[in-house]
């Protein structure tokens, strides 16, 4: 689980680097990148930072997590780019979906469901692939 997890938060961490170079009446595709990477780039700085906890306060990476998720739910919340929405909340969604599995391993370690961690990860890491190639990266 720590592997998993530690690359999930590495992911997220630079989930920021991810949306650099976004750019391109309604809310231009560019300008919903950039409202994105914004307002998450603080924040995924703030993550990565915590990284060092992870394998000695796995609870402590858990509500970094939250608080990143937060951050990114509000950014996605602030995008009326249809294209850049939806892309936003798929990931926003993943995420939320990875961060429960995470609580539920960090809650009973001893009966962690490696394959539900595995997939939701993967889930996660695809749709902020999509986000970033939304945004033409």
Do not use: Y
Request: aromatic share 4%; charged share 20%.
């Amino acid at each position: 689980m720590k592997k998993n997890a530690a690359a999930f938060l590495g992911a997220i961490a630079v989930s920021g680097l991810l949306l650099t170079g976004c750019a391109g009446g309604a809310q231009s595709k560019e300008d919903a990148c950039k409202l994105i990477q914004s307002e998450v780039t603080e924040s995924a700085s703030q993550l990565q930072s915590g990284l060092s906890s992870l394998s000695s306060d796995p609870e402590a990476a858990v509500t970094q997590l939250d608080d990143f998720s937060g951050t990114f739910k509000a950014a996605a919340d602030k995008v009326t780019n249809d294209e850049v929405k939806t892309a936003a909340n798929d990931s926003v969604k993943a995420l939320n979906d990875f961060i429960d599995v995470a609580k539920t391993a960090v809650d009973d370690p001893q009966n962690v469901d490696q394959t539900g961690l595995t997939d939701s990860l993967t889930k996660l890491q695809d749709e902020f692939t999509t986000l970033g190639n939304t945004c033409s990266l």
